[in-house]
């Protein structure tokens, strides 16, 4: 059964959102919040780099960019190493820890997104950061952070790299549960979506399990599509807003078609195998395709999902020879895909809804989806909440 939508104004202090504007995506509940949040445990930080403007100067700015950061459970990830696994749909892009991910299928660091030239200070400010927290650290142990990236270089002074290890720290340590920054926050400061302002997105859904609900939480950084491609809830809103060219009016310019990338994060309490999480990466395809998603020749399109279960965590300090723990039988795990492809297709469409027009280097200006014209068009196509 779906949450019911009321198109009421956002709260206080917090952007817009797809359902504040009456469109529902998908059949299955969200969670409280509709946000990665939702899965007990997760917390969620940004650190958001915004100064100067005017004229390209590599090193001084203007800088559009941040980092987010996703701690999987409320405890230490190096201690406490959960479930995990990483998919690539198209791989012109990085994420950082995949081999070791791909080969004992477990997480053991929080997870960082950023820009592309700024991978490597995050990732170092992460060993710093864990160095702070693990005794031990670098002596007995090593750890591999998992940092992603995409390219935000049409507005921000990305060669610059203007994320230090003091934003990484700050995102790190001010990471929280409960509602989730979106839009023009973080790593998705200086992100484009389908030629539309883009950045972080988050939603949910719940499933049951007998008489247990559990959750699936998704965060994506959006910097992806043409204009055209834009789908929503099945109604080609791309076309209807700038038709079928292959360039289109963006601020007074004319940007031409690009493809970009995207980072998927897919979090769950549902006790699964680093398998069964291989295959929640592979239906967060399938829900980026659901937006339009075409996952172009230099698209870098990476997913990484992982399991907090409690059950399934390992504790980095055990000595027993053998491991216990459960999982979902894979012929229940129907409803869990289902909820995983709504729940990616909607966080790309909430950061598109609570992005801001944005101005950046060289007075590249990046408008904002225009909410008034979705709506019109989601109305002619009898997919917008009659309350709405």
């Keep these: 059964m779906v949450n019911p939508t009321v198109p009421n104004a956002p709260e206080s202090g917090q952007r817009p959102r797809l359902r504040h504007l009456g469109i529902e995506i998908g059949t299955?509940?969200?969670?409280?919040?509709?946000?990665?949040?939702?899965?007990?445990?997760?917390?969620?930080?940004?650190?958001?780099?915004?100064?100067?403007?005017?004229?390209?100067?590599?090193?001084?700015?203007?800088?559009?960019?941040g980092v987010t950061a996703i701690h999987?459970?409320?405890?230490?990830?190096?201690?406490?190493?959960?479930?995990?696994?990483?998919?690539v749909l198209n791989g012109?892009?990085?994420?950082?820890?995949?081999?070791?991910?791909?080969?004992?299928?477990?997480?053991e660091s929080p997870i960082l997104l950023t820009n592309t030239h700024s991978v490597g200070a995050a990732h170092r400010a992460?060993?710093?950061?864990?160095?702070?927290?693990?005794?031990?650290?670098?002596?007995?142990?090593?750890?591999?952070?998992?940092v992603a990236e995409t390219f935000d270089g049409y507005l921000n002074d990305t060669s610059g790299?203007?994320?230090?290890?003091?934003?990484?720290?700050a995102a790190l340590d001010g990471a929280s549960g409960g509602p989730v920054a979106e839009g023009n926050v973080g790593g998705g400061t200086g992100m484009l979506l389908f030629g539309f302002k883009g950045g972080i997105g988050t939603a949910s859904r719940t499933v049951q399990v007998e008489d247990a609900t559990y959750t699936i939480g998704v965060l994506v950084q959006g910097n992806f599509g043409r204009a055209p491609q834009l789908?929503?809830?099945?109604?080609?809103?791309?076309r209807a807003l700038v038709g079928d060219s292959e360039e289109w009016p963006v601020?007074?310019?004319?940007?031409?078609?690009?493809?970009?990338?995207?980072?998927?994060?897919?979090?769950?309490?549902?006790?699964?195998?680093?398998?069964?999480?291989?295959?929640?990466?592979?239906?967060?395809?399938?829900?980026?395709?659901?937006?339009?998603?075409?996952?172009?020749?230099?698209?870098?399109?990476?997913?990484?999902?992982?399991?907090?279960?409690?059950e399934n965590r390992v504790d980095r300090t055990a000595e027993t020879p053998f491991l216990s723990g459960r999982h979902l039988a894979d012929d229940r795990i129907n409803p869990v895909f289902q909820?995983?492809?709504?729940?990616?297709?909607?966080?790309?469409?909430?950061?598109?809804?609570?992005?801001e027009t944005m101005t950046g280097r060289d007075g590249h200006t990046v408008q904002a989806l225009p909410h008034d014209r979705l709506r019109e068009v989601m109305r002619a196509h009898g997919r917008l909440h009659p309350g709405a």
């Excluded at 239906?283 to 980026?288: F, Q």
């Excluded at 909820?339 to 992005?355: D, G, K, P, Q, S």
């Design 28 to 65: 299955l509940p969200t969670g409280p919040l509709n946000a990665i949040t939702d899965v007990p445990g997760i917390r969620v930080g940004h650190a958001t780099v915004v100064h100067g403007e005017g004229a390209l100067r590599v090193g001084k700015g203007p800088a559009r960019t």
């Design 72 to 87: 999987p459970h409320e405890g230490s990830a190096f201690a406490w190493k959960v479930p995990a696994a990483i998919g």
């Design 92 to 107: 012109s892009g990085e994420i950082t820890g995949r081999s070791q991910v791909d080969e004992y299928g477990l997480l």
């Design 126 to 146: 992460c060993v710093e950061w864990l160095g702070r927290q693990e005794p031990g650290l670098g002596m007995d142990t090593f750890v591999i952070p998992v």
């Design 161 to 169: 790299q203007h994320v230090t290890r003091e934003h990484v720290w």
């Design 231 to 238: 789908l929503v809830d099945g109604v080609p809103v791309g």
């Design 251 to 310: 601020g007074g310019e004319t940007l031409s078609a690009r493809e970009g990338s995207v980072i998927v994060v897919i979090g769950t309490d549902l006790p699964l195998t680093d398998r069964q999480l291989g295959r929640l990466c592979r239906r967060g395809m399938l829900g980026l395709s659901r937006v339009g998603a075409a996952a172009g020749h230099t698209s870098g399109d990476l997913l990484i999902a992982f399991s907090n279960a409690r």
């Design 339 to 355: 909820a995983t492809i709504e729940a990616t297709a909607e966080a790309v469409l909430n950061a598109m809804i609570a992005a």
